[in-house]
C-alpha cells in the first residue's frame, strides 16, 4: 500500500499549493515526478502531457490522474484524482457560502468590483503563454478567429470548437497533401458532466462554457455570479475548475457543489483510465498530431471570446478600469507575480475605491 500512501500525500500536498494555473501545474508535477521521485522518465512524461491535451478536461488535473495510474492502477488513478482535487473544492466551496452571507451585507457586490479586471489580465496572461503554443502557423491562426467568430455569432462553445476543430483539420490535411502529406439537481449534475465531457484545453476556457449554459441557455446566475466564482476558483490553489464548486453551491447549496464538482471532474477520470495504455500507440500517429494542433488553436480562440462578456462587466464602471490599469501596470513591471496575489490586490483597490466613493 506504500505507493498509495506515497500518490495521496504528493498529490494531496500539490492540491493545497499549486496556484498558477495549469501550466504551473504541470511544472509542479515533472518536478515532483520525475526529478525528485523518478517515477517516470522524461519521454514518458512528455508522452502523457501530450495526451492529456487530445482529450476534454482540465489538463493538470488529468496529468495528476495520469501520474496516479501509472505508479498505482485504477486504485492509483483515483486516490491521485481525488487527493488532488478535494483541497479545492473544500476551500472553494467554503468561500461560496461565505460568498452567499456576504451578499446580505450593503454594496457587497461593489466591493466585488476589483476582482473581475483581474480576471481579465489573468486570462490575456495564459492567452499570451498559450498563443505562442497552439498558434503554429496561419491555418490555426484562422481557425482561433474562426472560433471568436461563431461566438459572437451565437453558435454555443461546444459546437464552435468541435467546429473550428473540424475545420483546422480539414486545412492541416490538405496543407499536409499539398506539402506531400436553486436547480434541479440531475439538470445541474448533467451540465457540469457536458462541459467536463467536452473541455478541451486550459481550465481558462470554462469562462465560456458556463457564460453560455448557465448564464444564456439557462439564466441561472448572472455574468457577474459567473466572474466572481471564475476570481474565487483563480483565488484558490489546485485546478481552475473547482469554480464548479462554487456555482454549484450558488444553484443548489452544499448537494449542487457536490454534483457540480463530481460532474465536471468525473470524465477525466474515465477518459484517462481509457487513454493511458493507448498513448504509446497514439504518439505516433499523425492524424492524431494534426487534430491536436487543430482544437488547441480552437480553445485558444474560445478563451479569446470569454473575454467578451467578463469585459462588458468589468469595464461597465470606472473603478473597474481604473483597477484594471493598475494591476496591468503592475504585471508589466512584474510579470512573474503570482495570479493569488494578483486577485488579492484587486479585491482591496475594490474595497478602498468603493469605500471612497460611498464616504
Known amino acids: 500500500m506504500k505507493p498509495l500512501s506515497d500518490i495521496l500525500k504528493l498529490f494531496f500536498h500539490l492540491g493545497l499549493v499549486a496556484f498558477g494555473g495549469p501550466a504551473a501545474h504541470i511544472a509542479m508535477i515533472h518536478k515532483e515526478v520525475v526529478e525528485k521521485r523518478k517515477w517516470m522518465d522524461e519521454k514518458h512524461f512528455l508522452d502523457l502531457v501530450g495526451a492529456t491535451s487530445l482529450i476534454p478536461g482540465p489538463n493538470s488535473t488529468e496529468m495528476v490522474i495520469h501520474c496516479g495510474f501509472h505508479r498505482g492502477g485504477v486504485l492509483g488513478l483515483i486516490v491521485a484524482g481525488v487527493s ?8 472553494t466551496g467554503l468561500l461560496a457560502y461565505f460568498y452567499t452571507l456576504a451578499y446580505k451585507i450593503p454594496n457587497f457586490e461593489m466591493y ?9 489580465i489573468l486570462i490575456l496572461q495564459a492567452l499570451q503563454k498559450l498563443w505562442k503554443k497552439a498558434i503554429k502557423g496561419h491555418e490555426l491562426t484562422f481557425v482561433a478567429i474562426l472560433v471568436v467568430l461563431l461566438g459572437f455569432s451565437g453558435v454555443g462553445e461546444v459546437v464552435a470548437l468541435f467546429i473550428g476543430a473540424i475545420f483546422g483539420l480539414t486545412l492541416l490535411k490538405a496543407k499536409s497533401f499539398i506539402q506531400l ?3 434541479a439537481l440531475p439538470s445541474l449534475f448533467w451540465v457540469f458532466t457536458k462541459i467536463g465531457s467536452v473541455l478541451f484545453g486550459s481550465g481558462y476556457v470554462l469562462i ?13 446566475l448572472t455574468s457577474t455570479q459567473i466572474a466572481d466564482a471564475v476570481a474565487i476558483g483563480q483565488f484558490t490553489p489546485g485546478p481552475v475548475l473547482s469554480t464548479s464548486t462554487f456555482v454549484g453551491y450558488l444553484l443548489s447549496g452544499f448537494e449542487g457543489a457536490l454534483l457540480a464538482s463530481i460532474g465536471i471532474f468525473l470524465p477525466s477520470f474515465i477518459f484517462v483510465y481509457a487513454l493511458n495504455p493507448l498513448i504509446p500507440k497514439m504518439r505516433n500517429s499523425k492524424n492524431f498530431s494534426l487534430l491536436l494542433d487543430s482544437v488547441n488553436a480552437a480553445a485558444v480562440g474560445l478563451m479569446a471570446y470569454a473575454l467578451y462578456p467578463l469585459g462588458k ?5 470606472p473603478i473597474g478600469i481604473g483597477i484594471f490599469f493598475v494591476i496591468l501596470g503592475i504585471v508589466w513591471k512584474f510579470p512573474k507575480v503570482s495570479s493569488v496575489r494578483l486577485v488579492g490586490l484587486g479585491l482591496i483597490l475594490g474595497v478602498l475605491a468603493v469605500s471612497i466613493k460611498l464616504g
Open 112 to 120: 466585488m468590483i476589483g476582482i473581475r479586471p483581474v480576471v481579465i
Open 313 to 317: 462587466i468589468s469595464f461597465g464602471d
Open 208 to 220: 465560456a462554457y458556463l457564460q453560455d449554459e448557465i448564464v444564456e441557455k439557462r439564466g441561472w
Open 84 to 91: 488532488f482535487i478535494l483541497p479545492a473544492c473544500l476551500l
Open 181 to 183: 502529406k436553486s436547480v
